[in-house]
């Protein structure tokens, strides 16, 4: 059971490299991005000459954010398997 709730509550926010607070609040302020995103999406569909790039544009910083952040975890993850090795 402690195992269980470690996997769904530490592991992934450590990989990472951040605490389970720091992660909610990357994780909550993507999700109030998205929000965003998805209200100025609409309003883009009802009146085409407003905000014509701002969901695009967003869309590839969040897209830059989150590569690095993938590839953070991935490495941690290899890092943990034992198969990590900084030459590669």
Request: charged content about 30%; some cysteine; hydrophobic content about 45%.
């Amino acid at each position: 059971m402690i195992r269980r709730l470690k996997i769904l509550f530490a592991d992934h926010p450590r990989e990472v490299g951040e605490t389970y607070l720091e992660h909610s609040a990357t994780a909550f302020g993507m999700g109030m991005r998205l929000a965003r995103l998805s209200a100025t999406a609409f309003l883009h569909g009802l009146v085409p000459g407003v905000c014509k790039t701002a969901v695009s544009d967003e869309i590839k910083v969040m897209a830059r954010d989150l590569g690095g952040r993938a590839e953070e975890a991935r490495e941690c993850r290899m890092r943990d398997a034992g198969v990590w090795d900084p030459g590669l």
